[in-house]
């Protein structure tokens, strides 16, 4: 009866990191993806990595119920963070969309994305499409299930609040360097973008009878698309650079 409650515990602790996950991130967390679909997928890997990871943990269990109730909480907090970082990916290109949108005029013509369920502009969505697919093409998802395999030989089921603290305060840097990556992602556009308006400044003072606002927008919008079709294959190429670097920054915030 011992090790079928051994067995039981780190089953259950190893499931609730890896649902967490799945129900964090955009990839598969999205309204699309029935939630039965995630705790089969979760089921599933769990039972992929319960031999695997068992002989580490056995010394340690079994646990009260009561505590074992926390661990499985804690666990599902690292699984949440874990999913965090990951979305955070296609958010640096929901941002960057964002970005392309203003400057070219699109700031208030949005759509429902329909991974994430929320309001954004038609650019923003165009480019996180452009990510989910690239994510894809690159074994994002297959190397996000290898990162959290690692973690857990970076912060054990159990007894992690030291690695915890340093994990997050090390998560804490993404958010400058999403925004950071953002900028230096749109400034492409952007700085066309200004130039074309430094031009309608200086021809609308040259001739003021030339009413600048009428082919103003229309100039933005032109201007907006074709460096978008002539950057789309720097910026599938950016992501599936970036997908990668990220991940390995993900897992580099381990201690």
């Known amino acids: 009866m011992l090790p079928f409650i051994i067995g039981i515990q780190i089953f259950f602790l190893i499931f609730a990191r890896l649902f967490a996950l799945f129900s964090s991130t955009t990839f598969w967390g ?23 990871l068992q002989e580490i943990y056995l010394k340690s269990f079994p646990v009260d119920w009561p505590i074992f109730w926390f661990w499985v909480l804690n666990n599902a907090l690292i699984g949440l963070a874990l999913g965090f970082l990951i979305s955070m990916f296609f958010s640096l290109f929901q941002i960057t969309g964002q970005f392309f949108a203003f400057q070219m005029g699109f700031g208030i013509s949005v759509v429902m994305d329909p991974l994430s369920q929320e309001q954004m502009p038609i650019v923003g969505q165009m480019l996180a499409m452009f990510a989910l697919l690239v994510f894809i093409s690159v074994n994002g998802h297959l190397t996000t299930i290898d990162i959290l395999y690692k973690s857990f030989s970076k912060v054990p089921l159990m007894d992690f609040s030291k690695d915890l603290s340093a994990f997050l305060d090390k998560s804490t840097g993404y958010f400058s360097f999403m925004f950071g990556a953002a900028l230096q992602f749109s400034m492409s556009i952007m700085g066309s973008i200004l130039i074309a308006t430094l031009f309608i400044g200086l021809l ?4 003021p009878q030339i009413n600048a606002m009428m082919f103003g927008f229309p100039l933005y919008i032109a201007l907006g698309f074709l460096l978008l079709s002539f950057l789309t294959p720097n910026i599938v190429n950016y992501m599936g650079n970036y997908i990668n670097s990220f991940l390995s920054r993900i897992l580099g915030a381990f201690p």
């Open 30 to 52: 999205s309204t699309l993806i029935n939630a039965r679909f995630r705790v089969l997928l979760g089921f599933l890997t769990t039972i992929l990595m319960y031999p695997l």
């Open 204 to 207: 609308a003072k040259a001739a």
